[in-house]
Structure formats: C-alpha cells, structure tokens
Nanobody, 124 residues
C-alpha cells in the first residue's frame, strides 16, 4: 500500500509556472506507475500526465503537451508535474495516483491509490 500527498498548488497568473510534487510513503514507490489527473468544477476527472516506473516513458494529454512535464525521483519517493505557460483552463484540483498496472493509458479505475489533491488556480 502507498500513501500519496500532493503539494505545490496555488494561484498563478496566466503564462506563469508551477511545480506540483507528490510524495509517497513506503519503500516500493518504484513499483508503481504514476499519473497526474485533474478535475475542474462541474467536469469529470481527466488524465494529465503519466510516467513509467523507471521514468523512461511518459504520456501526456493533448491539452498539456509541450507545456507540462512529468518526472519522478524514485530515491525520494516523489513524482513531479512541472507546469509552464499556464492557462485559465488549467484551473482544477490536481491529483496524483499510483497503479501497479502496465501501460501508460490505464483508465481511472486502474489507479488504486490517490492523493488528496492540490488546487491550481490560473487567473487571466
């Protein structure tokens, strides 16, 4: 089992940057594929970026390609989401999630462990 805690959210102007962090408890962090999701008010939760166990493979939603970068530090049990050129439509609660499944296009239900979320608000 893994416990996830996100941090780094906040209020930023359009065009600005933020770095989200998700730190996991336990000693088996490297056995989990990690993914960032987000949920805006009144909308469904959507996948943003995924990263493989070793960090060598990543996958991004079309809406964030070229602006967001996902990375991980297995030695420190942390996954990051670097967000640049932020837009008002990026406003949402951002969640990290862990899965022991394979492939970077798993569905939401394949992620057994979730953080509590961190709010990102981008003002125009």
């Amino acid at each position: 089992q893994v416990h996830l805690v996100e941090s780094g959210g906040g209020l930023v102007l359009a065009g600005g940057s933020l770095r989200l962090s998700c730190t996991a408890s336990g000693r088996t962090f490297s056995s989990y594929q990690m993914r960032w999701f987000r949920q805006a008010p009144g909308k469904e939760r959507e996948a943003v970026a995924a990263i493989s166990r070793g960090g060598g493979s990543t996958n991004y939603a079309d809406s964030v390609k070229g602006r967001f970068t996902v990375s991980r530090d297995n030695a420190n049990n942390t996954v990051y989401l670097h967000m640049n050129s932020l837009k008002p439509e990026d406003t949402a609660v951002y969640y990290c999630a862990a899965s022991q499944g394979y492939g970077l296009r798993l569905s939401l239900v394949d992620y057994a462990y979730w953080g509590q979320g961190t709010q990102v608000t981008v003002s125009s």
